[in-house]
């Protein structure tokens, strides 16, 4: 049983990651025919024109500037609407609210993309002349940001002891003292996972980029404009760097919580 | 036409996902805690990458002149023909989507107490009924959203239908796609079969709700 359930999960991961490695062998590849299934020698040379690649460099720039803006605004917004959430007192309204949040997220990416696409265009129009780019992108991804830190900062208020909140204010703070001395630093965790959230799913977002960019290039925009022609090999080099670059960040991470783990047994041991 | 072939590919492909993905997530709650959390990070990181490039690679490797075709003309075998069919659809989607299945599964099972399933086996049960009587009910939550996190974004996608099933195993998504940004230019049309796709996959999610005390769902999983 033991044996099967290795020979189980090794499978499994084999099909999860043949593709990847693939696409990692092949960055390597020697060739000038562009070829994606001969293998003709190793060679760094499609990392050297990635990087004097105008387009992908711009698409990823635009890239980042819209996943920095629209987490950040989307952070914002989210706590704000979590915290006014959170102090719904009549249960009808709050659950009624909170199905309210919750649609983006079950709604298809398509369907998301098309209305906010619509939206644009209508809003545009009737402001004459204006098109789709930038701002429609960063607005639209603030929307489909914005559940998904309400959603991780909830849980932390609910945790909350909300006699912390009165204590601050019975101690002399007034009200907005009171939330940035003690109500926040209290969510902070939620807070900083949702903006995580916020700015991979950002990053990574093509279905609803698609609709709304205009002629604007986003990094998946891109992608998606060269796997419709033969692609070159460029694309395989950059797919390797970002899969290095968060795998690196992966293992940081779980080095981090392992650590603050055993450090936190360790004070717990102590003190018992 | 196009309704149907979605829901009947994405339903495919659920279950694929529902089979595959509930033994291992058995297996990865069964492993010791350093294990599980590396396995985890494992079922993870794929979904970190972009998912246009991973299933430009499923291209590369299901092509005639692919990758496992020149496998297994090397071998001596003679060639398959994968791309452009509806399994390969099939394929892009459980690829894709399997991670979505397999961490709520994973966090329903490693939720389970342990000591439950003994008491079962010390009462009589064999290894079948423990299964169906104990373990599965018990994951129901997980197998619930993961269905649901799989089912949605399978029924409503364009890209894999367009990359691996060529032009012959058109979606739903590719219909929306062509009355907007493609050839078929008709957004009323395209803003009609939209509603009708969310009008859909709510009642869906409302009949799936049904089956879930709410609380569980979403959040904290995509991290």
Not at chain 1, 24 to 47: A, C, E, H, P, Q
Not at chain 1, 142 to 171: G, N
Request: glycine share 8%; aromatic share 10%.
């Amino acid at each position: 049983m033991k044996v099967a359930s290795k020979v189980y999960t090794f499978l499994v991961f084999l099909f999860l990651y043949a593709p990847i490695f693939v696409l990692i062998i092949f960055s390597f590849n020697d060739s000038d025919t562009m070829s994606r299934s001969v293998f003709s020698g190793f060679s760094l040379r499609w990392y050297a024109r990635l990087f004097e690649d105008r387009m992908i460099m711009d698409a990823l720039k635009n890239t980042l500037i819209i996943a920095v803006v629209a987490a950040a605004v989307a952070t914002v917004l989210g706590t704000v609407a979590a915290i006014g959430l959170n102090g719904i007192r009549n249960k009808w309204v709050r659950r009624m609210m909170m199905n309210v949040t919750n649609l983006p997220m079950v709604n298809p990416e398509i369907v998301t993309g098309v209305s906010l696409m619509l939206l644009f265009v209508f809003v545009a129009q009737s402001l004459g002349g204006l098109s789709l780019g930038m701002l429609s992108l960063i607005l639209a991804h603030i929307t489909f940001c914005t559940p998904y830190v309400v959603l991780s900062v909830l849980p932390k208020l609910r945790q909350m002891d909300p006699h912390l909140y009165e204590a601050a204010q019975d101690l002399g703070c007034d009200p907005r003292r009171a939330f940035f001395k003690v109500v926040l630093p209290e969510i902070m965790p939620g807070i900083v996972t949702g903006m995580i959230m916020a700015f991979t799913l950002s990053i990574d977002d093509f279905i609803i980029s698609y609709f709304t960019s205009g002629t604007t290039q986003t990094l998946p925009i891109y992608i998606y404009s060269m796997t419709r022609k033969r692609v070159s090999p460029e694309i395989n080099a950059l797919s390797t760097l970002l899969f290095v670059a968060v795998l690196f960040l992966l293992v940081i991470v779980n080095l981090r919580q392992a650590r603050d783990k055993r450090a936190q047994e360790r004070k717990e041991g102590l003190e018992s | 036409m196009f309704f149907l072939r979605s829901i009947w590919l994405g339903a495919i492909a659920t279950g694929i996902c529902l089979l595959v993905g509930y033994p291992l997530a058995y297996i990865i709650s069964r492993t010791g805690a350093r294990v599980q959390s590396v396995l985890v990070m494992l079922v993870m990181l794929p979904m970190w990458m972009n998912f246009l490039l991973r299933t430009y690679a499923w291209m590369t490797l299901l092509e005639d002149n692919g990758i496992i075709n020149t496998a297994l003309a090397t071998l001596g075998l003679p060639k398959l023909h994968m791309i452009n069919t509806s399994g390969a659809v099939v394929l892009g989607m459980v690829y894709n989507y399997i991670p979505y299945m397999i961490l709520p599964l994973y966090s329903a099972l490693a939720k389970m107490d342990h000591s439950v399933i003994e008491a079962a086996q010390d009462l009589g049960a064999n290894q079948r009924r423990v299964f169906t009587k104990v373990i599965f009910p018990l994951s129901m939550p997980g197998v619930i959203s993961g269905i649901t996190m799989v089912f949605v974004p399978a029924v409503s996608t364009f890209i894999i239908s367009k990359m691996l099933g060529g032009g012959s195993n058109l979606l739903i998504g590719d219909l929306i796609d062509m009355q907007f940004l493609g050839s078929a230019y008709n957004p009323n049309l395209g803003s009609a079969i939209s509603l009708v796709l969310m009008v859909l996959i709510l009642i869906c999610m409302g009949i799936m709700n049904q089956f879930d005390d709410g609380e569980t769902r979403g959040g904290g999983l995509m991290i």
